[in-house]
């Protein structure tokens, strides 16, 4: 079974400020890596994925993470926040290939909270 | 671009009530997941089905039931009712499963069991 960890339930920083936002995984299997962004009282949006070849993959709304495989991480980036960016945040993965139909496993999620 | 539609976005129901949420997925997908996420929790797979058929099962109580239909929607059948049913769940939808695939998620139904 896989299982994800997001190392900070909540992150406060200021506007502009950069924002790293932690994910480990584990898994025996290769799987494919997700993060998605859920604004308070809304669905869940993907942000970004990566399923394959470079490890560093740019998103939506200037977020980008990087997958690491021997450190087992897919931490999300960006470089200057917005107000707009407070929301929670949700790592989630899922077994490449498989006869499993592509369940999502999500960590506990992060709450960032950008302040003026 | 055509997005997964839930409906109703908000139920109430007592305990012991029955509940059927819906879910209709973009078009031409052909895969539809039901999570479930409790007050601050993060969300939770229920089940999935491709192409009409049960694709996979997680942790979902004997107390609930769903399915496909031919034209891709699907609902989630719950009853009984307990006030820990109380929950966002969310509808998910994707094409070609068992690939890279993304899943498009709904705006999710809000139930509160009373």
């Known amino acids: 079974a896989q299982s994800v960890t997001q190392l900070d339930s909540q992150v406060p920083v200021f506007e502009e400020a950069p924002v790293e936002l932690r994910c480990n995984y584990s898994?025996?299997?290769?799987?494919?890596l997700f993060w998605y962004v859920q604004y308070p009282n809304q669905g869940l949006q993907l942000l970004l994925k990566?399923?394959?070849?470079?490890?560093l993959v740019k998103g939506i709304n200037g977020f980008e993470a990087e997958f690491n495989k021997s450190q087992t991480s897919f931490h999300l980036r960006k470089p200057s926040v917005h107000i707009s960016d407070t929301a929670e945040y949700f790592c989630?993965?899922?077994?490449?290939?498989?006869?499993?139909?592509?369940?999502?496993?999500f960590g506990q999620g992060t709450i960032l909270t950008v302040h003026p | 671009a055509a997005g997964v539609i839930q409906s109703p976005r908000h139920l109430i129901k007592e305990k012991r009530e029955t509940a059927t949420l819906k879910c209709y997925p973009i078009?031409?997908?052909?895969?539809v997941y039901w999570y479930q996420q409790g007050p601050g929790q993060d969300p939770q797979f229920l089940i999935s089905?491709?192409?009409?058929?049960?694709?996979d099962k997680g942790s979902i109580p004997d107390r609930f039931s769903a399915q496909q239909f031919s034209d891709y929607h699907s609902e989630l059948n719950m009853s009984s009712l307990e006030l820990g049913d109380s929950a966002l769940y969310f509808c998910?939808?994707?094409?070609?499963?068992?690939?890279?695939?993304?899943?498009?998620f709904g705006p999710g139904t809000r139930l509160t069991v009373l």
């Open positions: 089905f491709y192409e009409k058929m049960q694709s």
């Open positions: 078009p031409r997908h052909d895969t």
């Open positions: 990566y399923l394959s070849g470079s490890t």
């Open positions: 898994s025996s299997v290769s799987v494919y």
């Open positions: 998910a939808s994707s094409l070609l499963a068992g690939a890279g695939d993304t899943q498009y």
């Open positions: 989630a993965v899922k077994i490449a290939g498989g006869t499993s139909y592509g369940k999502l496993t």
